[in-house]
């Protein structure tokens, strides 16, 4: 089926090959699940056992697994929430978001910490969700010790809404370079569906832009067409980690703020010692994840924020291009991103199991650019 007749269905399709996979993986479900915590540590350790790469490559071992995983995981892995205020102004419906700007601080383990300057505590910051036609009015306030601004990638609004340094040159709101303490809001009137992003725009001697940037000042914005029918949707945004990283060896190349030096390697060694609970705990700390079921049509928004050039590659799954190839898939399923680029991606898994997903630069997957679908019957 072409991507463009899943997106007029919208949502979920199972297929007949995808179907007899779920029933059959259902029945290895119970034999294997227990099989697999048995050998969780002795045999690991000790032993030849099961590896955790075998988890990660199909078959019946990965589904097994990935149920277990899922009911071990506290949420789906999406990316952070915000609810806004909702009122009509001159016939127009706006969407009111409030972001606050303060520092966080991210234990990766082993001594291992990140001093993030976030938006609302997360990174990315949380997913601004507009309706094409609608006003995205979002209000900023900083609780940071630095001047910082909210820059959105939309297009046709005024100078009074750049939150750049121009608005400082001009003399035009440079209010939009919010000062510590301070407050601005911005407005944009959306009219073109799809899918952007946002960034603080600021610098100072200390921090350039890139670095305000890499320090964790960056989400996604997801413009809506009210005429489409809603599909489950996820962000990932590659980057680079910013400079306030301290400890032994905190990772560089992160996705979503998220990076696990050594990798596939990394995991491997704490499947050994420690069974699948130990994987499972660094879903979500140092591990990006998402939670998918099979035949589940699934658009991912995928990000290059950072100043090196990345790419994105999944195992098993076609991926479609809705945005940059409009509907046909990439050649070797490999998204390249350059710097400041981004895709959307239409992800149909048709095997269950826990799937790698990763930077295909792969010395930065080696160096911990690596997430998991986590794909269940």
């Not at 030096?261 to 491997?268: D, K, Q, S």
Request: charged share 20%; glycine share 12%.
């Amino acid at each position: 089926m072409l991507a463009s007749e899943i997106l007029k269905k919208g949502g979920v399709e199972m297929r007949p090959r995808a179907v007899a996979v779920a029933l059959m993986s259902a029945g290895l479900m119970v034999a294997l699940a227990g099989g697999i915590r048995s050998q969780s540590h002795s045999q690991h350790t000790h032993g030849p056992g099961i590896m955790f790469m075998d988890l990660l490559m199909g078959g019946p071992q990965a589904v097994a697994a990935a149920a277990q995983v899922a009911r071990m995981l506290p949420n789906d892995g999406q990316e952070a929430q915000a609810q806004p205020r909702v009122f009509t102004r001159n016939g127009r419906t706006v969407r009111e978001y409030t972001l606050v700007i303060q520092e966080k601080v991210f234990d990766f383990g082993g001594g291992n910490r990140w001093r993030a300057w976030t938006y609302n505590g997360t990174v990315p910051g949380p997913t601004l969700r507009v309706r094409k036609g609608e006003i995205l009015r979002v209000r900023v306030v900083n609780r940071h010790n630095r001047t910082h601004s909210f820059h959105a990638h939309l297009a046709q609004y005024p100078l009074e809404m750049d939150g750049s340094q121009a608005n400082v040159i001009t003399g035009r709101a440079p209010g939009a370079m919010i000062p510590p303490g301070g407050e601005y809001v911005y407005e944009f009137v959306v009219d073109r569906p799809g899918a952007t992003y946002y960034h603080c725009h600021s610098a100072d001697r200390e921090f350039p832009i890139n670095q305000h940037i890499l320090q964790g000042l960056y989400g996604a914005i997801l413009v809506e067409d009210p005429a489409m029918k809603p599909m489950r949707e996820g962000v990932l945004f590659m980057a680079e980690l910013g400079r306030l990283r301290s400890g032994p060896n905190p990772p560089f190349y992160v996705m979503n703020g998220k990076g696990i030096p050594g990798g596939e390697f990394a995991l491997e060694e704490i499947f050994k010692k420690q069974g699948l609970q130990g994987v499972v705990a660094q879903l979500g700390r140092t591990v990006p994840y998402f939670r998918l079921k099979v035949g589940e049509a699934f658009k991912l928004h995928v990000y290059n924020i950072g100043n090196l050039d990345h790419t994105f590659h999944a195992h098993e799954v076609e991926h479609v291009s809705l945005a940059v190839l409009q509907g046909r898939p990439w050649p070797g399923n490999v998204v390249p991103l350059l710097s400041g680029t981004m895709d959307t991606l239409l992800l149909e898994f048709r095997n269950p199991g826990l799937w790698l997903f990763h930077c295909h630069v792969v010395l930065h997957a080696d160096e911990g650019m690596i997430g998991v679908f986590v794909v269940e019957p």
